[in-house]
C-alpha cells in the first residue's frame, strides 16, 4: 500500500465549482486499489495554498503527492512537466493579492521537474479510452505555486517524497453557454484514479513522445 | 405521445466510431418519456444517406426527425439553424465520391431552416447543465445534405413533419492523444434526450440571443 | 472597364477602427488596373447600413459589389458563400438595436448564394501568398445582413449585379494585448486587389476543394 | 553602442522558409540606432544548433544575444520567460534526430530564466501598435535548447552575457491555405528591433501583468 496525497483547490476566478478538487472527493469515495488514499482541499491563494499542502503533507506522511488543477480551456488531462520559481498572476486570487515576478523561494533553483512518470501516465490515461497529454507548463499562478512548493520540499526536506501536479478541464456545467471544452468530473476522476495507480507502482518513466516544438 | 426519428451516422473520415450514432442508441436504450422513439443509422455517402432517411421517414412516419451527426473539434452541442442547397466535400464520402459546389436539389431553394425550437433546444441543454450553442451552418458534407433533404422532404411531401440537425463533439476515446474536446457518449446520450423532449413539446421558439457577429 | 463598388464598416463592437474600412480606402488610394472603383463607409446599424449599401449603388450603377467586413478572430481573408434571411444580434448594433432571429426580407428566400467566383478568388489570394479560404456562413449580425440584402437587390431589382461579401481579420494595432490573430491593413488591402480583379475578369467559378465537414 | 547578436534558424518541420531567419536578416538589413548587430542563422539540429550558437558568440562577443525561433500556431510575438533542461523532440530535427527526455546539460539546473526585460519588450512591442505577449513555455525542441543553452553559457562562462529567446508567428506564405495565424516577415522584423532595441536599454523589467493562471 502506497500512501498517496491528493489535492484539489476550492474554486477561484468567479466559478462557483473547481473540477479539481470534485475530482479528487470522487476519486476519494472510490479510491483504486493498492493505495492509502488521504486528500486536501488548498485555498487559491498565494502563500497559504502551500501552508495547507505543507500541513497536510504533515499529517498524512504520504510517499506520492498529485496535486490536481483546474486549467480551464485546455480539453484533456495534462500532466505537469515542470515547476518554476515565480509567481505571477494574471488575475487576483481569492484574497485580492495579485504578485508579479516574484520568486516563490527566494534563492531557490529556477524549477523543478516532476517526480511523476509523466508519460507513463499520459499513456495509461490513454489506454483508458481518456484524453491526455503531457504539459510543458503550468502556468505562474497558485497552481504552479504549489507545484513549485511540493517539489522544493521533497527536494530539501522529504527525501523520497515523490509528486507532481495534474491539470484537468472544466465541468460540463462550469461552462454550458461558453463554448469551451470540459470533462465531467466521473471522467475527470477516472482518469485521476489511473494516474494515481500508474505513479504509485513506477517511478522510472516511459520513453515516449510528448514533447513540444513550442 | 409524439413520433419521433432519431437518425446517426456510421463513421467517416478515418474513425472507427461516430459520436452521433453511439448517442443515438444510448438515447433508444434509455428513451425519454411522453415520445414514441424510433431511429436509423444512415451511411455516411452523399445521395445513400438521403435514400436511407426517406427510407427511415416511409417506415416510421414520424412527426418530428433530429438527425445527428459529429462534428469533431467543437466543444459543445450545437443545434443547427439552417441548411444550405450545396454538396461542396472537403475530404471523400465513404465510397470514395468528392462532389465540389454541386446543388443537392436542383432548382430546389438555396436554404431551408430548421424546423425546432433551436434556441429553446439550446437553453434545455444548459438547463440540464451540459454545453450547447446555436450553430450558423452544418458545413457542406453529408451532415448538411442529410439535413437539408429532410427539410425538403417536409416542404414538399411531408407537410406538418417538423425536424432539424444537431452536430456532437468527438467521444473520449477518439481523440485519447489528439488534443481535441470531447464529451462522453452518455453526456451527448442526455443532452440528445433534453432536445427530443423539448423539440417534441414546442413547436415556437423563445427569443434569446445566439446568433454570430461573423 | 468594370465598375465596382466596394463597402466595408464603421467601428463596432467597442474597437475605434475596422480594418474592413481601412482596407478598403487603401485599395482606393491604388485601385487595380481594369476597374472603376467607388467605395461606401456603411454603418453598423441593422437597416441603415442597407439604405447605405442601396443609396451606394444608386449612386455609383457598379456592376460588381464586394462588401467587407470584420471577423475578429478569424485568421485569414474570408469570402463568403451564402448570406442567410435572418438578422440574430449577439450584441447590440452601433444605435444599441439588437434584434433576435427577426426576417431581413420578410417572405424572401431562406438563403441567397454569393455571386462570385467564391473558389477563384480564394485561389487568386493563395496564389499571391496570402492566406485565404471560404466560409460557410457570413453570421447572423449587420454583415450577414448587408450580404443578404445585396444579393435581394441584385436579384429583384438589379438583374446583372453580381456581388458578395469578404471577411477579414482584425488588424494588428487591435489586438496587441489580446492574443488574436490579425493581418495588416496593408496585407488586407492587397487580398481585396486580387479578389476584385478575380471577381471582375470572371463570373464562372473553378472546382476546387474548399467545403467544410460541419 | 551595444554588441548584439541576434540569431534564427534554417527551415524545419517540412516548411519552405523560416519566418525566424527571415525577419533576423530583415532587421539586419535595416538596423535600429544605438545597436551594433551581427547576425547567425542556426541549423535546426540538436547540438549543432548549440555549437553554431557558441561559435558566433565567440566570432561575435555581444553583450546581448536576442535568437529567435519560429511558433507555428501563436498569433502574436512571443517573448519567453524560461528554458527548461530537457530535450524532448515531438518531431524529428533537420537530420532526422529526436531525443526523448535527455538533459540539454547533464546536471544542469532545471531552468534558466531569460535574462531579458520579457514585460518591458512585450510592452514595447505592443505601444509600437504589434501583438505581444509573454511565453511561460519555449518548448522542448531545439528553440529551447538553444535558449537554455545560451543562457548556461551566460551563467557559466560569460559573465555580464545578456540574452533571450522569442518566438514569431508563420509567415503568411506559409499558411495560404492552412487556416493559421501569421504575421508578415516586415512586421515581425519590426517587432525585433523593438525588442532588440528595449533589451539593449534596459536590464531591469517593468512590473506589468503577463502571467498565466495555467
Known amino acids: 500500500m502506497t500512501r498517496v496525497l491528493l489535492t484539489g483547490f476550492e474554486p477561484f476566478g468567479g466559478d462557483a465549482t473547481n473540477p479539481a ?42 510517499e506520492l503527492v ?11 488531462i495534462t500532466v505537469e512537466r ?25 534563492g531557490g533553483p529556477a524549477a523543478y521537474f516532476a517526480e511523476l512518470p509523466v508519460k507513463a501516465c499520459v499513456a495509461a490515461v490513454r489506454a483508458a479510452g481518456l484524453p491526455a497529454s503531457v504539459s510543458q507548463t503550468a ?32 465541468a460540463p456545467e462550469q461552462v454550458t453557454d461558453k463554448l469551451q471544452p470540459s470533462l465531467p468530473i466521473a471522467v475527470t476522476a477516472e482518469a ?7 505513479a504509485a507502482a513506477r517511478a522510472a518513466d516511459i520513453k515516449a513522445v510528448g514533447g513540444a516544438t513550442h
Do not use: K
Not at 66 to 76: E, K, T
Not at 99 to 104: F, K, M, V, W
Not at 192 to 198: H, P, S, W
Open 21 to 62: 478538487w470534485e475530482a479528487v472527493r470522487a476519486v476519494a469515495d472510490n479510491p483504486p486499489d493498492g493505495v492509502e488514499l488521504s486528500t486536501a482541499c488548498l485555498p487559491c491563494v498565494f502563500g497559504d495554498a502551500v501552508d495547507a499542502l505543507r500541513a497536510a503533507v504533515e499529517r498524512h506522511d504520504p
Open 66 to 76: 498529485i496535486s490536481v488543477g483546474q486549467a480551464g480551456g485546455r480539453p484533456d
Open 82 to 106: 515542470v515547476a518554476v520559481n515565480i509567481d505571477d498572476a494574471r488575475i487576483p486570487d481569492n484574497t485580492g493579492a495579485q504578485p508579479i515576478d516574484e520568486p516563490i523561494v527566494p
Open 139 to 170: 502556468g505562474t499562478f497558485v497552481c504552479n505555486e504549489v507545484f513549485y512548493a511540493l517539489m522544493h520540499l521533497a527536494a530539501t526536506e522529504r527525501p523520497g517524497l515523490r509528486g507532481g501536479f495534474v491539470h484537468v478541464p472544466f
Open 192 to 198: 485521476l484514479r489511473v494516474i494515481t495507480v500508474t
